[in-house]
């Protein structure tokens, strides 16, 4: 059974920094492509973050946080990282871990490809 556990939110000032994590269990992490998304408050919709293959490499980010997340991960672990310097009021949400089988074409941030998810970790950012 697919488990993934996110933690590190809080609530920070416009300007800090942050490091979340997801621990993984249930599945051959190496296999796997895993990434981030988010969903702010008000919003129907998660969107994309940031993805890498579980095997390595394969780093995909949204335009929209280039420069500031960086994604990472400790395979020994099966644990995600999300780093993100300098956070910004408009990156208030929830954000969740994602997880699904490498596809053929290799992993990218299309949600859909991403079958199991975690239960999120808040992030509030004041300015």
């Known amino acids: 059974q697919v488990q993934l556990v996110e933690s590190g939110g809080g609530s920070v000032q416009d300007g800090g920094s942050l490091r979340l994590s997801c621990r993984a269990s249930g599945f051959i992490y190496s296999t796997y492509c895993v990434g981030w998304f988010r969903q702010a408050p008000g919003q129907i919709r998660r969107e994309r973050v940031a993805?890498?293959?579980?095997?390595?490499?394969?780093?995909r980010y949204a335009d929209s946080v280039k420069g500031r997340f960086t994604i990472s991960q400790d395979q020994a672990k099966s644990t995600l990282y999300l780093d993100i310097d300098p956070l910004q009021p408009e990156d208030t949400a929830m954000y969740y871990c994602?997880?699904?089988?490498?596809?053929?074409?290799?992993?990218?941030?299309?949600?859909?490809?991403?079958?199991?998810w975690g239960q999120g970790t808040q992030v509030t950012v004041s300015s």
């Open positions: 994602g997880a699904g089988p490498r596809p053929w074409g290799g992993c990218t941030l299309v949600s859909v490809a991403y079958n199991d």
């Open positions: 993805g890498i293959y579980g095997g390595g490499g394969e780093i």
